[in-house]
């Protein structure tokens, strides 16, 4: 295949990619701009439970403790993201 080919498919794609995250950036800015306090309360509280479970695992600690605090953050997300889920849902928040 021709060299330049390869740069211009490769422009094409990093194009495409940006416009991409661009548009995920400004849907994601106009949902948020349309919850309300509480919503992004817990919006914010998801976020940094995720974190934390992130960062959890920097810590020295031993296998058994990094195992159960890993355990006690995932299961603290999902309750959330399944009380927030339902609550939204209920309220004729989704889609």
């Known amino acids: ?3 330049g080919m390869w740069k211009v498919r490769l ?3 990093l194009s495409a990619a ?3 995250v661009g548009d995920m950036t400004r849907q994601a800015r106009v ?3 349309s919850l309300d306090t509480a919503e992004r309360l817990v919006l914010i509280g998801l976020a ?3 974190a934390l479970y992130l960062l959890l ?3 020295d600690a031993d296998k058994d403790t990094k195992l159960a605090n890993g355990r006690f953050v995932g299961i603290l997300f999902a309750l ?3 009380a927030t ?3 939204w849902a209920i309220s004729g928040r989704s889609a």
């Open 1 to 3: 295949m021709i060299p």
């Open 11 to 13: 422009d094409a794609a």
């Open 18 to 20: 940006a416009r991409d």
């Open 31 to 33: 949902f948020i701009a």
């Open 48 to 50: 940094l439970i995720g």
């Open 57 to 59: 695992d920097q810590f």
């Open 80 to 82: 959330t993201a399944i």
């Open 85 to 87: 889920g339902l609550g």
